[in-house]
Nanobody
Framework: QVQLVESGGGLVQAGGSLRLSCLVS???????MGWFRQAPGKQRELVAR???????NYADSVKGRFTISRDNAKNTVYLQMNSLKPEDTAVYYC?????????WGQGTQVTVSS
């Protein structure tokens, strides 16, 4: 069973930055990957995705502030988050995009204080 381990979350003030990492237990070089988030009482939403070739795409709410990247040699996907806002507070998850997801990891909590 594929495992996804997200890390790098924490408590940060508005305007601050965090870098999230997602380690996958198998090779991801053929897969499009995505970062998702789920805020309390809301559905999980796609924040950013990156194709197997490295082309990124972002939700309008994070465009210009977040950057997704990948290191296929390390089976790892990253999310650099700058200019964080209180509305970015959520649990962040990564998973494949464009195919049935792997079992979801525990995610990493991001809390942005105003």
């Amino acid at each position: 069973q594929v495992q996804l381990v997200e890390s790098g979350g924490g408590l940060v003030q508005a305007g601050g930055s965090l870098r999230l990492s997602c380690l996958v237990s198998r090779s991801i070089f053929r897969n499009d990957m995505g970062w998702f988030r789920q805020a309390p009482g809301k559905q999980r939403e796609l924040v950013a995705r990156i194709t197997s070739g490295g082309s990124p795409n972002y939700a309008d709410s994070v465009k210009g502030r977040f950057t997704i990247s990948r290191d296929n040699a390390k089976n790892t996907v990253y999310l650099q988050m700058n200019s964080l806002k209180p509305e970015d507070t959520a649990v962040y998850y990564c998973n494949v995009f464009g195919r049935p997801p792997f079992s979801w990891g525990q995610g990493t909590q991001v809390t942005v204080s105003s």
